[in-house]
């Protein structure tokens, strides 16, 4: 006999394949397009939108178009215990045409602290096993591109992450599309598993990583096919506490209502 937990896990599992059936289709309607338009045109729409594809890891159900979104209508946020008002300044928003050089030591240690709105995350990145993810993320956090970045989605069913990284998310517009200007390839994937405290990258299909990433507060399954590239080590009863502050709105998956905001992100070697 199925539980209503177990069935509701199944549908979450299900809606979610779809979704990732509908964005690869979407991808190569997208290829489809672009192979019949002029070098000139193209590079407008590089330009205009070439960060349209490093979209969050779990998309709506309907593909968007990423060089037309209109705003959504912003929704109030509540306030949620243990978070404060973001500290003043606005995502710098640069923009890199190529992934940056290899500087991580593999063989050592990196520590990364989200010094965020509603509390402080520690993480212990993985440079042995993802160097190239590591060396992203630790160059974005040298150059302050995380910076006033807000968190743009929970997710409190079936999945239980909390997605950032976006430096265009904002109240008129919840996010899910920006990223540095460059993409780079998967790593460890092989038996990837997203238990509670993992930090992995969200994605848009294979080799779409850009600077997104979500932060695991509950056992979650997913496919292998987002980067694991550290553990939390500190911060997952603020992860809990903003998962507890439920989604604007209403139901599983959106915009939080606590106001979640990277006031600053760190990483050091050692």
């Known amino acids: 006999m199925v539980s209503s937990e177990q069935r509701r896990r199944q549908l979450a599992r299900e809606k979610y394949e779809r979704q990732m059936e509908r964005r690869v289709e979407a991808q190569r309607k997208a290829k489809r397009r672009n192979a019949v338009v002029s070098a000139a045109v193209v590079a407008v729409l590089v330009v205009a939108g070439g960060t349209a594809w490093a979209t ?3 998309d709506k ?3 968007k178009d990423a060089t037309a979104q209109a705003a959504p209508t912003p929704t109030a ?4 215990k243990g978070c404060t008002d973001p500290a003043p300044g606005k995502p710098n928003g640069k923009q890199w045409k190529t992934e940056p050089a290899m500087s991580v030591d593999t063989g050592a240690k990196y520590t990364a602290t989200l010094d965020t709105s509603c509390g402080k995350v520690t993480l212990d990145l993985d440079a042995a096993k993802a160097p190239h993810t590591v060396n992203s993320f630790a160059f974005l956090s040298g150059e ?7 968190c743009h989605r929970l997710t409190t069913e079936g999945i239980y992450v909390l997605q950032c990284g976006d430096p265009t998310a904002s109240a008129t517009n919840p ?3 920006g990223g540095p200007g460059y993409q780079f390839a998967d790593e460890n994937l092989t038996g990837a598993t997203y238990p509670a405290g993992t930090v992995a990258m969200a994605n848009a299909g294979p080799g779409t990583n850009g600077s997104q990433f979500f932060l695991v ?4 399954q997913l496919p292998p096919s987002y980067t694991p ?4 080590t500190g911060g997952l009863d603020v992860l809990n506490n903003i998962a507890a502050g439920g989604v604007q709105g209403g139901g599983g998956d959106g915009a939080p209502n606590a106001n979640v905001v990277l006031n600053s992100v760190t990483t050091v070697k050692g």
């Open 217 to 220: 507060y509950k056992d979650t």
């Open 229 to 232: 590239f550290g553990k939390i």
């Open 144 to 150: 302050h591109y995380f910076d006033h970045v807000k």
């Open 61 to 63: 159900d309907k593909p």
């Open 77 to 80: 946020v509540t306030p949620v």
């Open 175 to 177: 996010g899910g599309s």
């Open 56 to 58: 969050g890891v779990f």
